[in-house]
Each structure stands twice: as C-alpha cells, then as structure tokens.
T-cell receptor, first 114, second 114 residues
Framework: AQKVTQAQTEISVVEKEDVTLDCVYE???????LFWYKQPPSGELVFLIR??????QNEISGRYSWNFQKSTSSFNFTITASQVVDSAVYFC???????????FGSGTQLTVLP | DVKVTQSSRYLVKRTGEKVFLECVQD?????MFWYRQDPGLGLRLIYF???????EKGDIPEGYSVSREKKERFSLILESASTNQTSMYLC?????????????FGPGTRLTVL
C-alpha cells in the first residue's frame, strides 16, 4: 500500500520569508515517482515537479527547490523569498511502479501575507 | 498546452437526483481520471479509464459510475445523489499508460447536494 503524509495542514508566512513544505511517503516499490502539484484559488491543480526514485539529486527551479531523501522517505519543497502569488494548496503525490494511480497527501494550505 | 475542461464550476442538486459531471480533454490522452477532494483528505480516486469503453474502480467508487464512449470525454455519474457526495470533483488526463507521465487537471466542479 502507498501512503503520503503532509503533516502541515496550514502554514502562514510573511512575504519574502522562506518556507518548507514537508512530504513523507511510504511504498514497497523500489521504482516509484514523486510529484508536487500546486492548487491556486482557481481550483486547477498545476504540475510542479516529478522525481523518480533513482534520482536523488536536489532540484532548483527559480525560487522553488526540492529535497529528495530516500533514507528518510521524504520529498520536501522549499519556496525561497515567498510571494503572495505563492498562496495555494500544495499537494505531494506518489505513484509506485506497480500502481497505476497517484496517491495524494492531504495537502498543505500556504498563505503568504503581504 | 493541454486543456482539460469540466462542464460546470458549480452545481447544486437535490438528494436522489441523477447527476452527470462531464470532462473533456483536447490532447488525445488515453488515460482519464475522476477524483473527489475533501478538506483534510486530499484527492481520492473514484474511477479511471485507460481507453475508450475501459474503466477501473479507484479507492472510493461506491455511489458512482462512469462512461467513456469517446476518447476525449469521461463522464462521472451519481446515480442517486446524496448529501455525503457534496464535494469538489476534479478530472484529470494523462498521456498513455506510463507511470512517469504527469496528470493534467481540470478546474474542478464544486457539487452541493441538498
């Protein structure tokens, strides 16, 4: 069985602060894929990143960075110098090699205050 | 860009009514999905389809059925709506049956059953 845990239900920061969203996963598969999606107030989930289980390199994309650590089964997401437009619900998701569907975490509501 | 559209953003129905939620994608994706999103529970998969006329149950199929008569269209049907089906419903599509491909989401339909 697969499981994704996002322990932070809500986070509130002031603009320009850095913020890290935690994601911990469980799977028995040796091959799996991890995803982050952003859901702005408009409702549509927007794909941010995909990482496969054999690639533990951290990734940076502008103000976004991701830290994948297999040893702790975590795939954390950091926003540097947060902006009001970053306010959204962020979902972490997992797809195991033997599964044919995504398992989502419960999401983290990020509010960035001006 | 991939576009996934859903027939309604907001829908209000009465208990016992038959409800149709429509989803259309314009990128010739083989795979399509229906999720419901509830606070604190993240996204949960209701049904998915790998191709025309094919369907498989997800994690919470009870009370729902689906129809995929054309490749671009995937319909979710609530045979007899109940108040516990009040939720946000999200449709998604994906190119081919490859684990690594990300899903593209529609804007969601917020259904209220009175």
């Amino acid at each position: 069985a697969q499981k994704v845990t996002q322990a932070q239900t809500e986070i509130s920061v002031v603009e320009k602060e850095d913020v890290t969203l935690d994601c911990v996963y469980e799977t028995r598969d040796t091959t799996y894929y991890l995803f982050w999606y952003k859901q702005p107030p408009s409702g549509e989930l927007v794909f941010l990143i995909r990482r496969n289980s054999f690639d533990e390199q951290n990734e940076i994309s502008g103000r976004y960075s991701w830290n994948f650590q297999k040893s702790t089964s975590s795939f954390n997401f950091t926003i540097t110098a947060s902006q009001v437009v970053d306010s959204a619900v962020y979902f972490c998701a997992l797809m195991g090699g033997s599964a044919r569907q995504l398992t989502f975490g419960s999401g983290t509501q990020l509010t960035v205050l001006p | 860009d991939v576009k996934v559209t859903q027939s309604s953003r907001y829908l209000v129905k009465r208990t016992g009514e038959k409800v149709f939620l429509e989803c259309v994608q314009d990128m010739d994706h083989e795979n399509m999905f229906w999720y419901r999103q509830d606070p604190g529970l993240g996204l949960r998969l209701i049904y998915f389809s790998y191709d025309v006329k094919m369907k498989e149950k997800g994690d919470i199929p009870e009370g729902y059925s689906v129809s995929r008569e054309k490749k671009e269209r995937f319909s979710l049907i609530l045979e007899s709506a109940s108040t516990n089906q009040t939720s946000m419903y999200l449709c998604a599509s994906k190119f081919r049956d490859r684990v690594s491909n990300e899903q593209f989401f529609g804007p969601g339909t917020r259904l209220t059953v009175l």
